[in-house]
């Protein structure tokens, strides 16, 4: 399984936008990469997920560089409640069903006024 | 609400005693995943059921086992209980036939061993 290496922690004010790249050098062919949020003792939530360039839903935007071995969660005007971990999994999704998840230690996001 | 149950929410026992925790999935998923997550070792993948069947393993100690039923609900039971095994218990369920690595976690069961 390929690793994955992001920040331990980050600060943010409330309004700003925050970017947590996580780097994953031996990434696979077929792996994809996925992000959850989890917030304290709550189950992980998944963010969003994505192979190359591009992907952006309601909550997130994902950005991946043709050579795949980093990739870059944006989160728009964060706010308070955005104060949770942040993980970064790499992975290939099989056919059938999802696969299980590694995670690592995660991005502790702190969000003040 | 991911649409995930555990039951029970606490669990308070004492040494080498033996517990389950039950998991329902969301309805319509045929997957279900255990994790553990513990101060000290992070959130671990545990073991896969797909539709009855083991599907993959991960660090799961040999005295802790786990089933899915015909209903698709999960149970893990551990036993001969250590210090050690407090921890929260995650279950997770995925729809079959998606392409992405996309799981629905449940609230979790905090397991404390005295």
């Known amino acids: 399984l390929a690793k994955t290496t992001q920040p331990i922690s980050m600060d943010s004010y409330e309004g700003q936008e925050v970017n947590i790249t996580c780097s994953h050098n031996?990434?696979?062919?077929?792996?994809?990469i996925t992000w959850y949020q989890q917030f304290p003792s709550q189950g992980p939530r998944f963010i969003i997920q994505?192979?190359?360039t591009k992907v952006t839903n309601e909550v997130a935007s994902l950005f991946i560089p043709a050579d795949r071995k980093s990739s870059t969660l944006s989160l728009p005007r964060v706010s308070l409640s955005d104060t949770a971990v942040y993980y970064c999994?790499?992975?290939?999704?099989?056919?059938?069903?999802?696969?299980?998840?590694?995670f690592g230690t995660g991005t502790r996001l702190q969000v003040t006024l | 609400d991911s649409g995930v149950t555990q039951t029970p929410k606490h669990l308070i026992t004492a040494t080498g005693q033996r517990v389950t925790l039950r998991c329902s999935p969301r309805?319509?998923?045929?997957?279900v995943y255990w994790y553990q997550q513990s101060l000290d070792q992070g959130l671990q993948f545990l073991i896969q059921?797909?539709?009855?069947?083991?599907?993959a393993k991960g660090n799961i100690l040999e005295r802790f086992s786990a089933q899915q039923f015909p209903d698709l609900h999960s149970e893990l039971n551990l036993s001969s209980l250590e210090l050690g095994d407090s921890a929260l218990y995650f279950c997770?369920?995925?729809?079959?036939?998606?392409?992405?690595?996309?799981?629905?976690f449940g609230p979790g069961t905090r397991l404390t061993v005295l």
């Open positions: 997770a369920s995925s729809p079959p036939g998606q392409a992405y690595n996309e799981q629905f």
């Open positions: 031996n990434i696979a062919t077929n792996d994809y």
């Open positions: 994505g192979y190359k």
């Open positions: 999994l790499v992975g290939a999704a099989t056919t059938g069903t999802a696969s299980k998840l590694t």
């Open positions: 309805s319509g998923d045929l997957s």
């Open positions: 059921y797909y539709n009855g069947e083991e599907r």
